[in-house]
DNA sequence: TTAGGGTTAG
């Protein structure tokens, strides 16, 4: 075997895998050597180029167990070399995707448009379906078939790049479409412009060049600069998430459980409370995966996901503590079709989320990479949350936690002192990035993502963030401390005087006692007004109660005695308009780029992870 | 071979 078409012809004869021929290569004693040396030549997958010399070729003495080529490389100990021919590698061209031709199989470049998640087919492979374009303005829909699940295009989001080899260009429906083909093989990258070129992929070995480099990143920029995704999707965190929408979720997977053969119960989280009540599904113990039972505060922010059908296949490999996207999931409220599972009728209108059998829409649950960005950032928010609730003996953190229900900004009133407010919104990671300037005149009501330097922030304390505010005429105050609170009184005490009160107030005088601080002597005018108070009501029936009276005070029956509540137990002083007010946090920062600087208000959540990511004092 | 994007109806 000393000639070039000799090696190839003998290793034809066996395959391995798709498109790869091999050779056992043995390490032997010098004096186990037999049958001459051999310069062998190899084409593996046609990608990389290998020239061994100075080998023996001998029969393999375990090719009937192992089934492999009945002839063993022997290496020697006298020169033997292996040359790996990179420089060799054959330089692969890329067709546009405006030039296709069917019949013709070609390599292409593309920036994912739409796509599935590998789903079974009727016949033995995995199916993806994707939709790509370049800068032709071309679409054209991709259908890959392969058995393994890592052979497939690992897409997460809608603007990863995906270069394919060897994929055949058909026509169906009268358009051109692309299918894999013999040595097919896939590799992703992020579409973020500026995000690291860093490839995803099973392969071993794969090319990629200075070429391919700048294709991504070319790739990465004219998609930038269009309107590619009309999608209806978007990824969303669990705390603007939307009853009846369909949403995409980021989340990890705490626990699971099946439900019955065809859905399977998700118990998930992102780090972020939903402001709606969550449904909650109960399944039998002994059949959940994953931790059972978790505090009331990590509850709280569990999302139970019920996936049907085919997604239960799906479903039944994951394990707890991987992270999911799952895709065109959707938010329903007002559910009451999981029969037998709620945990109480009250559930009714709580918001429970179902991922619909079937593929459309790129329906389906994706696995995310530890190392992804998009994980990465899911962690700094549950994090967040892990501290946060260690921290939960503050009374402080306990009014914080407690968000006021159907907190609703007026935006004019924010507009009006020309501070921008940025209220809780969803957005989508995939969207562009934009200037302060540009902000600034795009008007009222538009959702941006912005890259800026944090030039000034306030207040520098946590306590001094906590506003109390008005629902009802939408004003917000500082928390009054004894002095303003003394101010207060002073400054009303001026405007005593006489007052025609509502005829339903009795009024009268009464006399301060003569060990009352300040001028002896002093009659204070005092109304009387009927109260009414409750004890043992439910919240509930406190409510259904205001539709009915005046004025009404909670109180309960402590240690003998009649008490109030504590300060966050609503109460009603109709008869005068009085409003309860809630407590807040707010926080602003000021942000400068190149082009502007901008005032910002974060409220809520994002006052809390602002304050943990500067490291501001809790006192 | 399979699928060939375009919502379950729990």
């Given at each position: 075997m000393k000639s070039r078409s000799t090696s190839t012809r003998m290793m034809a004869k066996k395959k391995f895998g798709k498109g790869v021929e091999q050779l056992t290569i043995q390490s032997i004693p010098h004096h186990k050597h037999s049958e001459g040396s051999a310069m062998v030549w190899a084409c593996m997958a046609a990608i990389d180029t290998m020239v061994a010399s100075g080998f023996?070729?001998?029969?393999?003495?375990?090719?009937?167990?192992?089934?492999?080529?009945?002839?063993?490389?022997?290496?020697?100990?006298?020169?033997?070399?292996?040359?790996?021919?990179?420089?060799?590698?054959?330089?692969?061209?890329?067709?546009?995707?405006?030039?296709?031709?069917?019949?013709?199989?070609?390599?292409?470049?593309?920036?994912?448009?739409?796509?599935?998640?590998?789903?079974?087919?009727?016949?033995?492979?995995?199916?993806?379906?994707?939709?790509?374009?370049?800068?032709?303005?071309?679409?054209?829909?991709?259908?890959?078939f392969?058995?393994?699940?890592?052979?497939?295009?690992?897409?997460?989001?809608?603007?990863?790049?995906?270069?394919?080899?060897?994929?055949?260009?058909?026509?169906?429906?009268?358009?051109?479409?692309?299918?894999?083909?013999?040595?097919?093989?896939?590799?992703?990258?992020?579409?973020v412009k500026g995000a690291p070129v860093e490839p995803r992929t099973s392969s071993r070995s794969f090319h990629f060049d200075p070429d391919d480099q700048r294709t991504v990143e070319e790739l990465r920029s004219?998609?930038?600069?269009?309107?590619?995704?009309?999608?209806?999707?978007?990824?969303?965190?669990?705390?603007?998430?939307q009853p009846k929408a369909y949403f995409d979720l980021t989340c990890q997977l705490l626990a699971k459980a099946p439900v019955d053969t065809t859905c399977t119960l998700l118990r998930?989280?992102?780090?972020?409370?939903?402001?709606?009540?969550?449904?909650?599904?109960?399944?039998?113990?002994?059949?959940?995966?994953?931790?059972?039972?978790?505090?009331?505060?990590?509850?709280?922010?569990?999302?139970?996901?019920?996936?049907?059908d085919n997604h239960v296949e799906v479903a039944r490999k994951l394990k707890p503590g991987v992270f999911l996207r799952i895709y065109n999931l959707r938010a329903i409220a007002g559910s009451s079709t999981v029969p037998g599972l709620t945990r109480s009728q009250l559930q009714v209108d709580h918001l429970a989320f179902h991922l619909h059998g079937g593929t459309s829409y790129g329906r389906g649950i994706g696995i995310l990479p530890d190392n992804s960005p998009d994980v990465q950032e899911l962690k700094r928010y549950e994090n967040d949350e892990e501290a946060l609730s260690e921290l939960n003996d503050s009374d402080l953190l306990e009014v914080w936690k407690t968000p006021p229900e159907s907190l609703v900004f007026n935006d004019e009133h924010f507009s009006s002192v020309g501070w921008c407010l940025c209220s809780e919104r969803s957005c989508g990671h995939d969207m562009q990035k934009v200037t302060l300037s540009?902000?600034?005149?795009?008007?009222?009501?538009?959702?941006?993502?912005?890259?800026?330097?944090?030039?000034?922030?306030e207040?520098?304390?946590?306590?001094?963030?906590?506003?109390?505010?008005?629902?009802?005429?939408?004003?917000?105050?500082?928390?009054?401390?004894?002095?303003?609170?003394?101010?207060?009184?002073?400054?009303?005490?001026?405007?005593?005087?006489?007052?025609?009160?509502?005829?339903?107030v009795l009024s009268g005088q009464v006399s301060l006692p003569r060990h009352a601080p300040g001028p002896s002597n002093?009659?204070?005018?005092?109304?009387?007004?009927?109260?009414?108070?409750?004890?043992?009501?439910?919240?509930?029936?406190?409510?259904?109660?205001?539709?009915?009276?005046?004025?009404?005070?909670?109180?309960?029956?402590?240690?003998?005695?009649?008490?109030?509540?504590?300060?966050?137990?609503p109460f009603l002083f109709r008869a005068l308009g009085i409003q309860p007010l809630q407590f807040i946090l707010l926080m602003k920062l000021e942000l400068q780029d190149a082009t502007d600087t901008l005032d910002v208000f974060l409220w809520r959540h994002a006052v809390s992870f602002t304050f943990l990511l500067f490291g501001v004092r809790w006192d």
């Amino acid at each position: 075997m000393k000639s070039r078409s000799t090696s190839t012809r003998m290793m034809a004869k066996k395959k391995f895998g798709k498109g790869v021929e091999q050779l056992t290569i043995q390490s032997i004693p010098h004096h186990k050597h037999s049958e001459g040396s051999a310069m062998v030549w190899a084409c593996m997958a046609a990608i990389d180029t290998m020239v061994a010399s100075g080998f023996t070729v001998g029969k393999s003495p375990t090719v009937h167990k192992d089934n492999l080529h009945p002839c063993n490389l022997l290496l020697t100990e006298d020169g033997a070399c292996i040359y790996l021919s990179s420089a060799k590698a054959p330089k692969y061209t890329y067709a546009k995707l405006d030039s296709l031709k069917a019949g013709s199989v070609v390599n292409v470049y593309g920036v994912v448009v739409f796509f599935k998640q590998p789903f079974k087919s009727r016949g033995t492979d995995f199916c993806s379906s994707l939709k790509i374009t370049d800068h032709s303005n071309e679409k054209i829909g991709c259908t890959i078939f392969c058995e393994k699940l890592e052979d497939h295009p690992k897409i997460f989001r809608n603007g990863d790049i995906v270069r394919m080899h060897r994929v055949k260009a058909q026509v169906f429906n009268k358009s051109i479409t692309l299918v894999n083909t013999f040595g097919f093989s896939v590799v992703t990258f992020d579409g973020v412009k500026g995000a690291p070129v860093e490839p995803r992929t099973s392969s071993r070995s794969f090319h990629f060049d200075p070429d391919d480099q700048r294709t991504v990143e070319e790739l990465r920029s004219w998609a930038a600069s269009q309107a590619l995704f009309a999608s209806v999707t978007s990824t969303v965190p669990l705390s603007a998430v939307q009853p009846k929408a369909y949403f995409d979720l980021t989340c990890q997977l705490l626990a699971k459980a099946p439900v019955d053969t065809t859905c399977t119960l998700l118990r998930v989280w992102d780090g972020t409370r939903c402001p709606h009540t969550l449904l909650k599904v109960i399944v039998e113990p002994h059949v959940t995966e994953g931790q059972l039972s978790f505090s009331k505060e990590r509850e709280n922010l569990i999302a139970d996901v019920l996936v049907y059908d085919n997604h239960v296949e799906v479903a039944r490999k994951l394990k707890p503590g991987v992270f999911l996207r799952i895709y065109n999931l959707r938010a329903i409220a007002g559910s009451s079709t999981v029969p037998g599972l709620t945990r109480s009728q009250l559930q009714v209108d709580h918001l429970a989320f179902h991922l619909h059998g079937g593929t459309s829409y790129g329906r389906g649950i994706g696995i995310l990479p530890d190392n992804s960005p998009d994980v990465q950032e899911l962690k700094r928010y549950e994090n967040d949350e892990e501290a946060l609730s260690e921290l939960n003996d503050s009374d402080l953190l306990e009014v914080w936690k407690t968000p006021p229900e159907s907190l609703v900004f007026n935006d004019e009133h924010f507009s009006s002192v020309g501070w921008c407010l940025c209220s809780e919104r969803s957005c989508g990671h995939d969207m562009q990035k934009v200037t302060l300037s540009e902000v600034k005149r795009s008007g009222l009501g538009r959702v941006h993502h912005v890259r800026a330097q944090l030039k000034a922030y306030e207040p520098h304390r946590l306590h001094e963030a906590l506003k109390l505010y008005c629902s009802k005429c939408k004003s917000m105050q500082d928390v009054p401390d004894d002095e303003l609170l003394e101010s207060i009184f002073s400054e009303a005490s001026k405007d005593c005087g006489p007052c025609s009160p509502p005829p339903w107030v009795l009024s009268g005088q009464v006399s301060l006692p003569r060990h009352a601080p300040g001028p002896s002597n002093r009659a204070l005018t005092v109304y009387l007004l009927t109260q009414l108070m409750f004890e043992g009501s439910t919240l509930e029936e406190m409510c259904q109660l205001m539709a009915s009276y005046q004025n009404i005070i909670p109180v309960r029956a402590s240690g003998g005695h009649l008490s109030l509540f504590d300060l966050s137990a609503p109460f009603l002083f109709r008869a005068l308009g009085i409003q309860p007010l809630q407590f807040i946090l707010l926080m602003k920062l000021e942000l400068q780029d190149a082009t502007d600087t901008l005032d910002v208000f974060l409220w809520r959540h994002a006052v809390s992870f602002t304050f943990l990511l500067f490291g501001v004092r809790w006192d």
